[in-house]
């Protein structure tokens, strides 16, 4: 089951921007973030995809979502304008923001390239 963040949660297991500048990871795993909205037609096509991803990197990746109609300030800190968004974050190196609905390949090769998560 993925896990929606709010700004206290986000703050708890991602990047706490209250009182860090710099990026400062606080989760003990990679972690992809899905930025999406309930109306986003895009958004409900990469849903299940996420679910089967989160079935199959369970314990190596946490998979979160944010919705970007509740969560409006986290959705501007990363300066999402268009929607779905997907931030992948990996433990030591800076997050990289990807934009639009990507086949499942696509997740699995960022899951590895950039997260260096491997299956």
Known sequence: MLEHLTKETFKEKIFNFEENKDWKFEGDKP???DFYADWCQPC??????????????DGKLDIYKVDTEDQQELAAMFGVKSI??????????????AQG???????????????????
Not at 84 to 97: A, D, G, H, I, T
Not at 104 to 118: G, N, T
Request: net charge negative; aromatic share 6%.
């Open 31 to 33: 972690c992809l973030i």
């Open 44 to 57: 409900k096509m990469v849903a299940p995809i996420l679910e089967e991803l989160s079935t199959e990197y």
């Open 84 to 97: 779905p968004s997907l931030l992948f974050v990996p433990m030591n190196e800076q997050p990289q923001m």
């Open 101 to 119: 609905a990507l086949p499942k390949d696509s997740f699995q090769k960022a899951i590895k390239d950039v997260l260096k998560v491997e299956m």
